[in-house]
Each structure stands twice: as structure tokens, then as C-alpha cells.
């Protein structure tokens, strides 16, 4: 990573991207309430839970590039 940036989570949360260390997609059975991934943060004893998906995560940590958005197929829309 080449800065720090500040990484939303969802639910109102955000962390330090250099804070963060691991990332656990939760499996389907505990996704209840938008739950998606458990973030563990330097200093913290418990995960915090995202509504997020660990690949978005890294995508703002600057850690996974974003996937392309596909191109229109008309350019030419009027």
C-alpha cells in the first residue's frame, strides 16, 4: 500500500487501511443483516463486521485493483 487511507466498512465504520491485517468472508449461514466480512484491526481483540465484501475492502485499501467497468456498447446513445 502506498498511503494510508481510511477504509469505509459499512454500519458507519471506518478503519485505517494500515490497521487492517486480515480480512474473513463470512460464511452464508452468519450473512444475517447485511453482514459480510470480518475485519481484524491492529489494536482491537475482536473483529469488527463489514457490510462489505473482503474484495471491496482491498480495493480501498489500494491493495486489489477494481474491476474495469464494462464499456457501453453504443457510444453513441443520441
Excluded at 474473513?24 to 482491537?44: C, I, K
Excluded at 457490510?51 to 489500494?62: C, K, N, P
Amino acid at each position: 500500500m502506498a498511503e494510508t487511507r481510511m477504509v469505509p466498512l459499512g454500519f458507519g465504520k471506518h478503519v485505517r487501511s494500515d490497521r487492517i491485517y486480515a480480512l474473513e468472508p463470512l460464511p452464508p449461514d452468519e450473512r444475517g443483516s447485511g453482514a459480510r466480512t470480518r475485519v481484524w484491526v491492529e489494536g482491537m481483540p475482536e473483529p469488527l463486521v463489514a457490510s462489505r465484501t473482503e474484495r471491496s475492502i482491498l480495493a480501498d485499501m489500494g491493495a486489489a485493483p477494481r474491476r474495469p467497468r464494462p464499456a457501453p456498447q453504443d457510444e453513441n446513445l443520441f
